[in-house]
């Protein structure tokens, strides 16, 4: 069954701390994956996508990810946090000429100042 | 530069009532999607249009789920004999056939059914 996996519900970090976000996936084709943010009462933005390639993918606002087939798994980082940061951030996964995007069921980031 | 834009940003109705949500596209846009966010979930998908084609509807879709994108440009979204189950964000968005896999979310329609 092709699913997306987000273990952590929520994670809490410090300003300035750096930020891992873990994403497992599993899916029948060589897959697209993207990391979405979503900040409340607002839509979801792309924060960044890996289709083939370079396994380590830069995004917007400083963040990256690095696809490792090998585990399944697409996770995000950012090596020093913002409180602006704070946010629900989502994985997901798709495939070539497809458009029925599986989303994961997302991770709330808490910054502490 | 206009986004996906949703409207209304937010409905309450009572059980049994009927509701319609529009979605405006980024106009250069060809591919039009329907999503629903519940609480702690992510997105799941609804249904999909090219152009004014609607070539995909999920199971989540049920019969009293309709939605039209009347001239490939504009979508609606109409869920007619609402029930509490049906409260949610209903999310659009939209993208280019010509740009690979990025999707361009609306800030979302919420919809609570008293």
């Known amino acids: 069954a092709q699913s997306v996996t987000q273990p952590d519900i929520h994670i809490t970090v410090s300003e300035g701390a750096s930020l891992e976000l873990r994403c497992n996936y599993s899916?029948?084709?060589?897959?697209?994956l993207f990391w979405y943010v979503q900040s409340p009462g607002q839509g979801l933005q792309l924060l960044l996508k890996y289709f083939s390639g370079d396994t380590l993918v830069q995004g917007i606002k400083g963040f990256e990810a690095e696809f490792k087939r090998s585990q399944s798994s697409f996770n995000l980082r950012k090596p020093s946090v913002h409180w602006s940061d704070a946010a629900e951030y989502f994985c997901?996964?798709?495939?070539?000429?497809?458009?029925?995007?599986?989303f994961g069921t997302g991770t709330r980031l808490k910054v502490l100042a | 530069d206009t986004g996906v834009s949703q409207n209304p940003r937010h409905k309450i109705t009572k059980r049994g009532q009927n509701v319609t949500f529009r979605c405006d596209p980024i106009s250069e846009h060809n591919r039009l999607y329907w999503y629903r966010q519940t609480l702690g979930q992510g997105p799941e998908f609804l249904t999909y249009?090219?152009?004014?084609?609607?070539?995909?509807k999920s199971r989540l879709l049920s019969d009293r789920f309709s939605a039209e994108r009347p001239k490939g440009s504009f979508s609606t979204l109409e869920i007619q004999r609402t029930e509490q189950g049906d409260s949610a964000m209903y999310l659009c968005a939209s993208s280019s056939s010509t740009v690979t896999g990025e999707l361009f979310f609306g800030e979302g329609s919420r919809l609570t059914v008293l």
């Open positions: 899916y029948g084709a060589t897959p697209y």
């Open positions: 249009f090219q152009n004014e084609a609607q070539l995909e």
């Open positions: 997901a996964v798709g495939s070539s000429g497809t458009y029925k995007y599986i």
